[in-house]
């Protein structure tokens, strides 16, 4: 059986850095995504990230070749076009979108409840000898 317990202030901070770097890392992605296209960069017009040192080296496709076209169609609501710059890219699109979406949606809660935590709220967890000494008070 699984015990439901509120999370204590060290949890939550814990959870709020995470859900922070999280949409730190994924956000920037989806909105890159949806900024530039693979137009543009096919044409050179954009360079990003610049050009494939594997492909300028060997003249062969490297195993992210295509990435960043897919994702920037993917980006576009272009899925099949994604899929075929990179099988992958429409797969990292949606996980980057989820990861953005659900990172957010922990930080609104914590913001509220951060306005509704009561003033005694500890900041710390106790330590061991508090719990002790808290239930052995003799």
Excluded: N
């Amino acid at each position: 059986m699984i015990v439901k317990r509120p999370l204590d202030r060290a949890e939550w901070t814990t959870l709020i850095a995470f859900a922070a770097v999280v949409f730190a890392l994924s956000a920037p992605l989806a909105a890159a995504c949806t900024i530039v296209t693979p137009e543009a960069i096919e044409s050179g017009r954009v360079r990003w990230p610049g050009p494939c040192p594997h492909r300028a080296r060997y003249g062969t496709d490297c195993l992210s070749c295509g990435m960043t076209r897919g994702l920037a169609a993917a980006g576009h609501g272009h899925f099949g076009a994604a899929w075929r710059y990179h099988p992958a890219a429409p797969v990292l699109f949606v996980i980057a979108c989820a990861a953005a979406c659900g990172s957010l949606a922990t930080l609104v809660v914590a913001a509220r409840r951060r306005r509704t935590a009561p003033a005694d709220w500890p900041m710390v967890p106790p330590s061991r000898s508090d719990v002790q000494s808290a239930r052995d008070p003799g």
